[in-house]
C-alpha cells in the first residue's frame, strides 16, 4: 500500500536521481554538502483501523548530491478493534553516482542496483537538476504557491496533487504527501550546508548481499522509458506536454504493477489461518515488490477480516486507473 500512495513522491525523487554521469559534470542541488536531519511523523484511519506513524530521517550528501545517503527509521502503531499492534521499520540508501545500495535492518541485508539510464535525463536537462525537476514538477501540474523559513532556510513551497514539498536549492525541507484519509509528513529540524563530509559518514552495515527481485528490476527499467522519452524529445529542458505524458504512462504501469500484487498478497491472506501464514504472505508481497518486510505477531478471523477488506478498498481503484487517459483523471481515482 505504502508504495502505491508514495508513487508521485518516488517518481519526483526519481527525475532526479542519475545514471552514468561524473561528480565533475553532475548537480543536484545547488549546494555542495549538506546534513539535514527530519522528523516523520503521520496517521490514517480507514473502515475502522487507525495507524500512527511517527520517525525520524537524516540526509547526508556532498559533492552536489553525486553522493548521497537517507536513513530513515519509524514506529507504526495499528490499532484495530481494540488491539494494537507495532511494526518498526529501519533503512539506509547510499547512493554514489549511478549505484545505488539499499541496507535493510528488518530483513538484515543489503542490496545494489545500477540507476537505469536516467543519465538521459540528465542529457536533457543539460545537466541542472534542479531547473529539470522544477519542470518535471510542472509538468506534473505543480505549482509554486510561495516560501517559509524551516530550520534557519528559506525555502520554496511546491503543491502538486496530493503532495506538497519546500525546497532550498533543490533540497527538501519539508515533504507531505495527502492520500485520502493517509497523511505523512517529513519536516526538517536541523539543517548544515557547505560542511565537510567524511567517508565515515556514508557507512554502512555489514549485512548480506541480496539480489534486486525480478519485478523491483523491471519497475527500475520502466523508469528508464521515461528517461528515453525526454532525451529523444531533444529539448534542453523537460517538454510540458511529452514529459507530462511520459510520466503519466510510468506512473500508471507502476500502479497497475503494484495492484496486482496487492491482489495476489489479498488471496493468499484470505487463506491465512495462523499469523505464520500471513506472514509467508506478506514476505511473498514485500520480495516481489522491492520492500521491506513487517512481520506481524497476532491474526485473527477480525484482524483478517480488516486486512482483505482494507486491501479490497483499494483494490477497487484499479478499473479508474485502467480507464485513466491523463494524469488528472489517474489523480482523481485516489480521492
Known amino acids: 500500500m505504502k508504495r502505491l500512495e508514495r508513487s508521485l513522491t518516488m517518481l519526483v525523487g526519481m527525475a532526479l536521481c542519475v545514471g552514468t554521469v561524473t561528480a565533475a ?80 535492518y528488518a530483513t538484515r541485508s543489503c542490496m545494489t542496483m545500477e540507476a537505469p539510464g536516467l543519465a538521459l535525463m540528465v542529457k536533457a536537462a543539460k545537466n541542472n537538476l534542479t531547473q529539470m525537476g522544477e519542470e518535471f514538477l510542472k509538468g506534473l501540474g505543480g505549482r509554486k504557491v510561495g516560501s517559509k523559513s524551516i530550520a534557519g532556510y528559506r525555502c520554496d513551497v511546491w503543491v502538486l496533487k496530493g503532495m506538497k514539498e519546500c525546497l532550498y536549492k533543490g533540497v527538501p525541507l519539508e515533504v507531505e504527501t495527502k492520500m485520502g484519509p493517509i497523511l505523512r509528513k ?13 567517508a565515515s559518514d556514508y557507512k554502512l552495515p555489514d549485512f548480506p548481499k541480496q539480489e534486486l527481485p525480478p519485478q523491483a528490476q523491471a519497475m527500475m527499467e520502466a523508469m ?57 504472505c506478506g514476505r511473498s508481497f514485500s520480495q516481489k515488490a522491492g520492500t521491506p518486510f513487517e512481520p506481524i505477531e497476532r491474526w485473527n478471523d477480525g484482524l483478517k477480516r480488516e486486512a482483505t477488506q482494507n486491501l479490497e478498498e483499494i483494490l477497487q481503484v484499479e478499473s479508474c486507473i485502467r480507464a485513466a487517459k491523463t494524469m488528472d483523471e489517474f489523480s482523481r481515482c485516489n480521492e
Open 25 to 104: 559534470t553532475f548537480k543536484k542541488y545547488e549546494v555542495k554538502s549538506g546534513k539535514v536531519t527530519y522528523r516523520i511523523s503521520g496517521s490514517s484511519d480507514i473502515r475502522g483501523m487507525t495507524q500512527t506513524l511517527r520517525g525520524k530521517k537524516r540526509l547526508i550528501f556532498d559533492q552536489y548530491g553525486f553522493r548521497e545517503l537517507t536513513e530513515e527509521a519509524t514506529v507504526m502503531t495499528t490499532e484495530v478493534m481494540g488491539q494494537k499492534q507495532v511494526s518498526k521499520s529501519h533503512r539506509i540508501e547510499f547512493r554514489d553516482g549511478t549505484k545505488v545500495t539499499v541496507a535493510d
Open 224 to 280: 528508464a522509458g521515461m528517461g528515453e522519452a525526454v532525451a529523444q524529445s531533444g529539448g534542453a529542458s523537460l517538454p510540458a506536454g511529452g514529459g507530462e505524458r511520459g510520466a503519466f504512462e510510468t506512473l500508471k504501469a507502476q500502479s497497475l504493477q503494484q495492484l496486482g500484487l496487492m491482489r495476489e498478497l489479498n488471496a493468499c491472506l484470505k487463506k491465512s489461518a495462523t499469523a505464520r501464514e500471513a506472514n509467508i
Open 186 to 198: 517529513e519536516i526538517a529540524v536541523k539543517a548544515e550546508f557547505d560542511i565537510p563530509v567524511s
